[in-house]
C-alpha cells in the first residue's frame, strides 16, 4: 500500500511519525478503512464518480490483503457497500419508473442485511488477525486499541452506523473499552485505568499506535 496516498484522508487523530514508531497492519488497515469512509461519503452524491469509488474499493481490498492477507468476506464486504452506494445514488434520480424504485429498494434491504453479516464476521476475522500480542503491558493496551479501532472501523459499514461512515464512539475488547474521540483514542481498562491513544503515520511504511496511561477513574 502506498500509505502516503492516504495521508489527507486519515482522522484528524493522526499524528506525524516518530522515527521510531511501530508499523502495525491493524493500524495500518484502520487508517485506510477511514480513509476509504471518508472518501465514499464525499463522493457519494456524485454519480459521475463511479469510477474513483470502484478505484476506492479496489485500493482498500488491496490493503488487506497486504495487511492481514485478504479474504473473500472483506471483498464481497467491500463490493457490496459500493453497489449499495450506486443503487442510493440512482434512487435519487427521478427518471426511474416507479417498479423499479421498488425493485432496489428491495434489493438495498438485502445488500444491508448481508454486509451486516458480512460486517460481524470480519470482526472475527480481524480480532483473531491483530490480537495483543507481547508481554509488555503498553503492547497489550495498544493492540486493544487496534482491535477496538478496527471494530469502529468496520461497523461504519453498517446500515445502523451513522450518515457518512461516521465510525461508532465505543468498542468491546474483552474487558477493555476502546473509545474513538476522532483526535485520538481512549483505553479504559477493567480495573479503571485509562490510555490515551494516538495512530501514528510511518511514511512509506504504514501507521501505528502509541498510548500512554492517563490515571484511574
Keep these: 500500500m502506498e500509505i502516503a496516498k492516504w495521508c489527507y484522508l486519515l ?7 516518530c522515527s521510531n514508531a511501530t508499523v502495525s497492519p491493524g493500524m495500518t488497515l484502520v487508517t485506510g478503512l477511514s480513509g ?3 472518501e ?3 463522493l457519494a452524491g456524485q454519480p459521475a464518480r463511479w469510477p474513483e469509488r470502484q478505484r476506492l474499493g479496489d485500493s482498500l481490498k488491496g490493503t488487506h490483503m497486504a495487511t492481514m492477507g485478504g479474504s473473500k468476506e472483506f ?5 457490496l457497500d459500493i ?7 440512482a434512487l435519487n434520480e427521478s427518471s426511474l419508473r416507479p417498479e423499479r424504485v421498488t425493485e432496489m429498494k428491495q434489493e438495498l434491504v438485502k445488500m444491508n ?13 480481524v480480532g483473531r488477525l491483530a490480537a495483543p500480542g507481547g508481554a509488555e503491558p503498553q503492547q497489550m493496551i495498544e493492540g486493544v486499541a487496534t482491535i477496538g479501532l478496527l471494530y469502529l472501523a468496520i461497523d461504519a459499514f453498517s446500515s445502523a452506523s451513522p450518515a457518512g461512515g461516521a465510525s461508532l464512539a465505543e468498542a468491546r475488547v474483552g474487558n477493555y473499552t476502546v473509545i474513538d474521540q476522532q483526535k485520538f483514542a481512549m483505553v479504559r481498562a477493567p480495573d479503571g485505568q485509562t490510555f490515551q491513544c494516538i495512530t501514528v503515520l510511518v511514511p512509506d511504511e504504514g501507521a501505528g499506535i502509541q498510548c500512554a496511561p492517563l490515571g484511574t477513574r
Design 113 to 125: 442485511n448481508d454486509i451486516d453479516s458480512l460486517a460481524a464476521l470480519i470482526k472475527k476475522q
Design 36 to 38: 476509504y469512509h471518508d
Design 40 to 42: 465514499m461519503a464525499r
Design 83 to 89: 453497489k449499495r452506494t450506486e443503487y442510493s445514488i
Design 75 to 79: 471483498n464481497r464486504l467491500v463490493e
Design 11 to 17: 482522522l484528524p487523530m493522526l499524528l506525524a511519525a
